[in-house]
C-alpha cells in the first residue's frame, strides 16, 4: 500500500526528538507523583515486580504497536484506525480505540492538570521562603491540606497548568517539546538522585531498598494488586489513550521505530524507580505511614527532606519547577490527540481546537478541585470524583484500550505492513514483538481484568 511520508500536523525533526517527546510523554506525575504512593497503598516488592511483569509484557510491544499503527496511518488516532481499518478490510469500529482515547485523554488530564498545579504551587511557595528566611513551610501534612481544602488556591495553578499546556500545543507540539525535554528533564533526573544520596545518609535506605524489592510473595495471588500495576504501567507509559499512536504519526520514515520504545520504556522506569529509592528512605525516618499512602504522599514526604537537607529550598524550587515541566510535557502528549482530530474533522485552526478542548478538559478539572474539599463527601464505590476519574482511566479504560490496540496491531494490520514499519528489528526481535501483541499483551490484560472480577 502506499503510505503518506509526512502529517498534516508536522513532523519531528530527529530520531532524538521523537524519543525525547516520547519520553517526554511518559516521564511526568506518574513516576514522582503516582507510583510512589500507588506502591505504598499495594505494600511495595510484590507491586513493583508485577509492574515490571507489566511493563515488559504488555508495555513495550504496545508501545512499538502505538508507534507504528500511528505512522502508518499519519492521521489523528480515530482517523488513522479507521484509514487502516478501512485498507485491511475490516470493521471500521476500531476507530472506537481513537474515540475511547479522546474520552480518557479528558478525563486523564481534567485530573491531572490539578495534580501538576500543586507542583506549580509548591515551587512557588519554596521561592517565597527563600527571601522571607523561613526554615520550613510548616508541617508537610497540614501543608498539603491547606492547599487542598481551597478550592480557590487549586483552581488558579490547575488553570495555570493547562494555559501552559495548552500554549506548546496551540503552537504545533514538535516546537516547543524538543528544548525543555533535552535540557531539563535529565536535570530532574540529577535532583533525583541528589535525593536519594540524602535517602542514603538517613540511615532508613536499606528499609526503603528492601520495602521496594523485596517482594511478599503472599500477595501475588492478590488480582487488586495486579490491576494496580498494570494500571500503573499504562499510565506511567502513557500508553492505551493513542498518545504514542498520535506521537508515531510525526515520526519520519527514515528513522527505525523498534529501537525507540525499548529507550523510552527504560527511561520512564528508570525514573519510577529511583524516585521510589528517593522518597521511601524519607518517609521510613520520618516515620510517615507507608502503608496508607494516599493521593498527597509524595507531596508530604519530600518536604521533611528539604527542610533537613542543606540549601534544601533551593533544591525544593527546582525540584517542583522541573518536575512541573515534567507534567508539562505529559500534558501536551494527553492534549495532541483530540486537537489532531479537530483540526481534521472540523477544519478549525489549532489554536481554536486547543482553546474549545482546553476549555472542556478545564471544566472537568474543577470537579477534580472541589472533590478534595467541597464535594470531598460524594463518593462512588467509595472514591471520589479525583478517584474515580483516576481509578477508570487508568484501571479500566487504558487496559481495554491498549488490549484492542494490540490485537489491531497483531491480528488486523498485516503482517507486511508491520514488518516493514519494524525493519530495524532483526527477524527474531520481530517474530517476539508479533507473539507478544498477538497473544501476550491480550492474554494478559484479559487474565488481570478477569481476575478481578473474581473469576479467577
Ligand atoms: N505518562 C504520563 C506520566 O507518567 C502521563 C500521561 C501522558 C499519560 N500521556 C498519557 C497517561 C496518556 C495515560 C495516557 O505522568
Known amino acids: 500500500m502506499k503510505t503518506d511520508s509526512t502529517s498534516l500536523h508536522g513532523m519531528w525533526s530527529s530520531k532524538i526528538a521523537f524519543i525525547l517527546a516520547t519520553t517526554g510523554s511518559a516521564v511526568g506525575l506518574g513516576n514522582i507523583w503516582r507510583f510512589p504512593y500507588i506502591t505504598a497503598e499495594n505494600g511495595g516488592g510484590a507491586f513493583v515486580l508485577m509492574y515490571l511483569v507489566c511493563v515488559m ?98 483552581t488558579f495553578w490547575h488553570t495555570l497548568f493547562l494555559a501552559l499546556t495548552a500554549g506548546v500545543v496551540a503552537l ?80 519520519p520514515r527514515t528513522i527505525p521505530a523498534g529501537s525507540t520504545a525499548f529507550t523510552v520504556g527504560l527511561a520512564d522506569t528508570g525514573v519510577a524507580l529511583v524516585a521510589g529509592l528517593a522518597i521511601f528512605p524519607i518517609a521510613f525516618t520520618y516515620s510517615l505511614d507507608t502503608g496508607a499512602g494516599g493521593v498527597g504522599f509524595t507531596f508530604t514526604t519530600l518536604p521533611h527532606a528539604f527542610d533537613a537537607m542543606a540549601f534544601g529550598h533551593l533544591y525544593a524550587v527546582a525540584f517542583f519547577l522541573l518536575l512541573s515541566v515534567a507534567a508539562w510535557t505529559s500534558g501536551i502528549s494527553l492534549l495532541e490527540p483530540p486537537v489532531a482530530y479537530l483540526v481534521e474533522r472540523a477544519g478549525l485552526s489549532r489554536p481554536k481546537a486547543v482553546l474549545l478542548l482546553a476549555a472542556g478538559v478545564w471544566v472537568l478539572g474543577l470537579g477534580t478541585v ?3 474539599n467541597v464535594w470531598a463527601h460524594i463518593k462512588l464505590w467509595n472514591l471520589n470524583i479525583q478517584e474515580l476519574l483516576e481509578y477508570a482511566s487508568s484501571n479500566l479504560l487504558l487496559p481495554l484500550g491498549g488490549m484492542a490496540t494490540a490485537i489491531f496491531a497483531g491480528w488486523i494490520l498485516s503482517r507486511a505492513d508491520s514488518r516493514e514499519e519494524l525493519s530495524d528489528l532483526p527477524p527474531w526481535a520481530y517474530g517476539l514483538w508479533r507473539v507478544m501483541v498477538r497473544w501476550v499483551a491480550p492474554g494478559v490484560v484479559f487474565l488481570v481484568l478477569l481476575g478481578v472480577t473474581g473469576v479467577l
Do not use: C
Not at 485523554?105 to 511557595?125: D, P, R
Not at 532508613?204 to 517482594?215: D, Q, R, S, T
Open 57 to 154: 509484557s504488555v508495555g513495550l510491544p504496545l508501545m512499538l504497536a502505538e508507534i507504528i499503527i500511528g505512522r502508518r496511518g499519519r492521521r489523528s488516532p480515530i482517523n488513522t484506525l479507521r484509514l487502516l481499518a478501512d485498507e485491511m478490510g475490516a470493521h471500521r469500529a476500531w476507530a472506537l480505540i481513537g474515540w475511547s482515547g479522546l474520552l480518557v485523554g479528558f478525563m486523564v488530564l481534567s485530573f491531572y492538570s490539578v495534580i501538576a498545579g500543586w507542583t506549580l504551587s509548591y515551587a512557588f511557595e519554596y521561592f517565597v521562603t527563600l527571601f522571607s528566611g523561613a526554615s520550613t513551610l510548616g508541617d508537610p501534612g497540614s501543608v498539603f491540606s491547606d492547599l487542598t481544602s481551597d478550592p480557590w488556591r487549586l
Open 172 to 251: 504545533g507540539v514538535e516546537q516547543g517539546l524538543e528544548r525543555g525535554v533535552k535540557i531539563l528533564m535529565p536535570l530532574l533526573f540529577a535532583l533525583l538522585l541528589v535525593l536519594v544520596g540524602y535517602g542514603m545518609t538517613t540511615g532508613h535506605f536499606g528499609e526503603a531498598v528492601e520495602f521496594l524489592f523485596k517482594p511478599d510473595w503472599r500477595r501475588v495471588a492478590d488480582g487488586r494488586v495486579w490491576l494496580n500495576a498494570m494500571g500503573q504501567a499504562f499510565f506511567s507509559l502513557s500508553l492505551g489513550m493513542a498518545a504514542i499512536m498520535a506521537y508515531g504519526a510525526y515520526l
Open 370 to 372: 472541589l472533590s478534595f
